[in-house]
């Protein structure tokens, strides 16, 4: 089972907190990966929230075949961050860790942010396949103000790799996951969290349901759901399918992995919309262990359970500064300082969400809508 | 050449037992000739007989062997091929001292002679394979162990259900964001199809008429009871012939699916009780084909034709009733599929779902995708080459039709590929339970694509204790002469049959397998929603089969 340590503040903060977080946990990963998503980025790129970065590994070949292609497209390079490696016993160093800020391509500058976020979404694609059969290029993500990191190891060995404790990296949300490889091979795509267009997931757990959920997922006709080397990257997509391409708020998102029972949502205010999305939505109920953390485009971050084996979550903190952990010592680690009698344990019907900023929690209850 | 003298018998024209299905094996020193045998056999297969014979016996102070002749009366079987053991063990079955039973005979020549008078063999029953169907070849190989623990089917909460009718895709649902809630936008005009949500086997479409009135009396029961008592929302297909008029206008209508087959037989009522009905259908097959006999109608023989059966149906008594092979007032698919569905869905108001069914074909996709297309296609149900009948052609039962575990599988991954796998239910049926393994064939056909199954043989099996099986043992349920009272209009006959334990089995099967059904989903993880399509959880040990099913393969 994973282990994952996401925060939100106010403030920006360094991810080594979150490796820190991460350390408390080790009983809880085998060291066969780290991911980290920063979303609302400090340090250098504060002032570049405008423009998409292109986060990333690369080969020798991999970088001339990319720069060469981000370049035909008619991106404008303005800004590069690449890792002071320092190589640590027992990791592989790749030759190219990147995230690069570009300029839209002058055609693409005036369009609508809906079209830009498609645009840019089908060049990671792109970019994927080019070099997914040699694995020459990996690409996480590609949007404004996000960078996401992924490598195979120890994510405090990790963390010493990248130089993240003498960097300047630093955001206002933060998620990372150290991995427990289970039934799936060890491989880059396969690392939480997943991100897409804004939205962002990491989840521990695994999804029994994975095939219906992936065919349904891919049979929507959205060139971005594709990949699938991990059974929880469906989480991500499910939720950018639930609240950017179908609208609905975002604690539908817990109608639709998790639905109630006919009786339940008899209860509900909603429930005739409710009853007609359940049906609709048959195909994306997940049958857990899941506990599912994610960030939506505006800075909200949640955490949701699945509806009988749960997993353990735990959200606490400070007016300003919160973090969803998978395990208590995690959210001890970070911050120690909290009332810990307002430490909030998501139960089956829970969907804890952290408003942007993290100014406030609030614990959305299924049953009452 | 000789003429015949009348000395000498033609023995070349009778056919010696061997030939015969099914051997009597009579055991005289058991039998006290009490002749309840002959009396039960429905086929006239065993005649009692007197022989005149020489024995050998031993008497007196000193017993000697020594050859006596002596007048005996002996239990026979018959050799006209008409009067063909059937093999149903009726004759076991009363026999005080087990001194009489059939044995099945695989030398047999039956389909060489079954032919007299130019007619090829009729019969009801099933296909007559007994091997292993590919239902039965499938494994649930996905177990969940200590990556993520099995649910407990005992104690953990199951939805076993499933949908028919239409679905709307969520990019079409007519709702808006209203405070932060969902809401239907009734403003839209958006046609928001009718669902049933239902138990995910249902009982497949067998007539009044095919059935006895306790049987199928019986088996409404127990459809009642399921859901009343049980809350189980089992539903059940009327079958072409029309409902009790009394029935259709009760409030236990909601239970039965009625179908409308080429021969529209008992519509006339139906139509005329619609004004006085208080609750809709759950609803409604249009029957284009089945399993059994496909591309072939349905058939009532006259003798099941009684005063009830005639007045449901609307027809006179004691005539054939065969349907014709399609529904002859259409000519195109556009018209039997559109139409059709439009016209029965505006009879009931656009409220219930409204379905075709057809038999298993290769051309089967291509149904698929014209109700692929229309928005009023409730579901498709596709009866594989194991579906049973009261009356076919033993051409058809046998040899015409496709199995139905590749046929819903390429239905359904066709449906994956539009994104339609959950708009349009599809319906399993023929062979499900065939060697009695029904919640695992319903579970196999369920990971395979199908939303429900429709079964017909086994419930006649389980619950009424149906002799037939899959060596052409009994089978004949077009003769009106069903030894259980399943199959018949005779009184004489369907009064064995207690429709109150008909009723209590189907109970029982429905409850049983519904624990089994919870038995295999559990140990996979799944709970919340039945596995539709869920192919990684199964595997088969061939690797052709694997690959056309599109599942793993394990040995």
């Known amino acids: 089972m994973c282990r994952l340590s996401a925060i939100t503040s106010s403030k920006y903060f360094s991810p080594i907190e979150n490796i820190l977080a991460l350390e408390t946990m080790k009983e809880g990963h085998d060291g066969s990966g780290l991911g980290l998503t920063l979303k609302d980025l400090g340090g250098e790129f504060k002032d570049l929230k405008q423009y998409p970065i ?46 690069a800020v570009y300029d839209y391509p002058d055609e693409w500058k005036d369009k609508t942010d809906r079209e830009k976020e498609d645009f840019l979404m089908n060049i990671r694609i792109n970019l994927r396949r080019m070099g997914e059969q040699d694995e020459s290029i990996f690409v996480f993500s590609f949007y404004p103000d996000v960078i996401t990191l992924k490598e195979v190891g120890d994510p405090l060995e990790l963390a010493e790799f990248f130089g993240l404790d003498k960097d300047n990296l630093e955001a206002k949300i933060i998620f990372a996951q150290g991995r427990q490889n289970t039934n799936y091979q060890i491989y880059l795509y396969a690392c939480h969290p997943f991100f897409i267009q804004g939205y962002c997931t990491m989840t521990n757990g695994e999804n029994t349901a994975f095939v ?80 599912v953390i994610g960030f939506t485009p505006d800075g909200t971050c949640f955490m949701v359970q699945d509806a009988k084996k749960l997993r353990p979550g735990v959200v ?54 | 050449m000789e003429p015949a003298t009348g000395l000498r018998l033609d023995f070349n024209h009778k056919l010696t037992i061997k030939e015969f299905p099914y051997i009597i094996r009579w055991r005289e020193d058991r039998c006290k000739r009490c002749g309840q045998c002959t009396a039960v056999c429905p086929n006239g297969a065993i005649k009692p007989a007197v022989k005149y014979m020489r024995v050998i016996e031993s008497g007196g102070d000193t017993p000697k062997p020594r050859p006596v002749r002596r007048i005996i009366h002996v239990i026979e079987q018959v050799d006209n091929i008409e009067n063909y053991c059937t093999g149903c063990a009726m004759c076991s079955l009363v026999c005080p001292n087990n001194a009489i039973e059939p044995e099945y005979n695989p030398q047999n020549k039956f389909l060489f002679y079954k032919n007299r008078g130019g007619e090829g063999y009729k019969r009801g029953g099933r296909r007559n394979d007994p091997g292993a169907s590919t239902l039965d070849r499938l494994k649930f190989t996905r177990i969940s162990m200590l990556t993520d623990p099995a649910l407990d089917a005992g104690r953990h909460e199951f939805r076993v259900r499933s949908y028919i009718g239409r679905i709307l895709p969520p990019e079409e649902l007519p709702l808006k964001v209203e405070n932060g809630r969902l809401v239907v936008d009734k403003s839209s005009g958006k046609f928001i199809p009718p669902v049933r949500e239902i138990f995910p086997i249902m009982i497949g479409s067998m007539s009044i008429g095919a059935l006895s009135p306790p049987m199928w009396e019986g088996l409404a029961m127990g459809v009642a009871y399921l859901n009343e008592v049980e809350g189980i929302p089992v539903v059940m297909c009327s079958g072409e012939g029309g409902f009790p008029p009394r029935l259709l206008k009760s409030r236990y209508v909601k239970y039965f699916i009625l179908q409308i087959a080429s021969g529209y037989f008992g519509w006339d009522s139906i139509l005329h009780a619609l004004p006085y009905m208080t609750e809709d259908p759950a609803a409604i097959e249009i029957k284009y084909g089945q399993g059994a006999k496909p591309g072939d109608g349905g058939l009532l023989m006259a003798p099941k034709v009684i005063k009830l059966i005639a007045e449901i149906r609307g027809v006179p008594k004691y005539v054939d009733l065969p349907s014709p092979p399609t529904h002859q007032t259409k000519y195109s698919i556009e018209e039997s599929v559109m139409k059709m569905i439009q016209s029965m869905s505006m009879a009931f108001g ?67 590929k539009q994104g339609k796998q959950n708009e349009l239910p599809l319906i399993a049926a023929g062979g499900i339970g065939k060697k009695g393994n029904l919640a695992a064939n319903t579970a196999a056909l369920i990971m395979l694509g199908a939303s429900a199954v429709a079964v017909g043989k086994y419930i006649m099996q389980a619950t009424a204790d149906c002799l037939g099986d899959e060596y052409n043992r009994c089978n004949i349920c077009n003769t009106g002469k069903c030894p259980r009272g399943i199959t018949t209009q005779d009184p004489k006959l369907y009064r064995r049959l207690d429709p109150d334990k008909v009723a209590e089995r189907l109970v029982e099967v429905i409850k049983s397998a519904d624990v089994e059904l919870r038995k295999i989903f559990a140990p996979m993880g799944r709970s919340t ?23 793993s393969y394990a040995c």
């Not at chain 1, 973090?323 to 019907?349: F, H, N, Q, T, W």
């Not at chain 2, 929603?529 to 694997?546: C, N, Q, T």
């Open chain 2, 529 to 551: 929603e039945l596995p539709i399509g869920m192919s990684d959880g199964l595997s088969i040990d061939d690797k052709a089969m694997a690959e056309r099913l599109e599942i």
């Open chain 1, 54 to 99: 292109l986060s990333g590994i690369c080969s020798r070949k991999g970088r001339e075949i990319l720069d060469a292609y981000m370049e035909e497209v008619g991106f404008k390079l303005i800004h590069k961050w690449r890792p002071k490696i320092k190589p640590v016993k027992g990791v592989f160093r790749r030759d190219y860790y990147f995230a």
């Open chain 1, 316 to 369: 606490g903190g400070v007016k300003g500064k919160y973090a969803l952990m998978s395990e208590l010592c995690g959210l001890d680690k970070v911050i120690p300082e909290r009332d810990k009698s307002k430490d909030i344990y998501p139960m089956k019907y829970d969907m804890v969400i952290v408003s942007p900023g993290a100014k406030e929690v609030k614990v959305w209850n299924q049953l009452q809508g």
């Open chain 1, 212 to 291: 219906p959920i992936k065919e349904f997922l891919m049979s929507r006709g959205f060139p971005g759901y594709m990949g699938y080397n991990s059974d929880s990257e469906v989480f991500a997509h499910i939720l950018h399918y639930s609240v950017r391409q179908l609208g609905f708020p975002l604690t539908y998102y817990k109608d639709i992995i998790t639905p109630l029972k006919w009786e339940e949502i008899e209860q509900r205010p909603d429930r005739e919309a409710l009853s007609l999305v359940k049906m609709s939505l048959r195909p994306l109920c997940i049958d857990g262990p899941n506990m």
């Open chain 2, 350 to 416: 656009f409220r219930i779902p409204v379905y075709p069914k057809i038999s298993g074909t290769k051309t089967a996709k291509a149904v698929l995708n014209n109700l692929a297309r229309n928005p009023y296609a409730a579901a498709l149900c596709i009866d594989g080459e194991d579906g049973g009948t009261g009356a076919a052609y033993n051409v058809s039962l046998d040899k015409m039709g496709h199995p139905i575990a590749s046929n819903i599988r390429e239905c359904y991954l066709d449906l994956v």
